[in-house]
């Protein structure tokens, strides 16, 4: 049985992560997809909660945005398709194509998405970045856009869609 320690000093086996809490080490016999998912819901977690504190008075209540009358998790499935958008300008293909996108939650008209570049030291983090916001707050259906950074798991080719990845040959 593999045990994995959690930042609030709980463990847990690789089969069964639990609902909260941020992982500081794994073991290296863990399974890196159950451990890779749990980080990745876990850091989305933790944006969505943090932005919610900081919100601020300025923050208006906006007009109510269409995608929000259809059924719950369509919006965020709609803001998901709109940054079919922001394009890696180095690949001239989208981030959700390339598998760059890691999640998107949205609660209360705040959008927390995580997002990843190919390589640590992609000089087109900012960028990335900055694009996401930029579409996201263009859809009229957030206030506010928190993303972060991360690299782990590590992007691989894998990450890619069928078609992307047919469009490089692989």
Known sequence: MTVCRSACGSSRTSRSPPASSTPVDRDSSCSDMVCSSWIVRCKLRSLVFTSLLVQTKTMSSGPLSITSLLDPGSEADQLREQLHE???????????????LYGLELHERVAAVLITTTTPACPMGSYLTEEVERVLLASGSVDRVMVEMTHYPPWTPEMMSADTKAKFGW
Request: proline residues 7%; without cysteine.
């Open 86 to 100: 922001v394009i890696d300008p180095e690949l001239g293909v989208d981030i959700v194509s390339l598998g760059l």
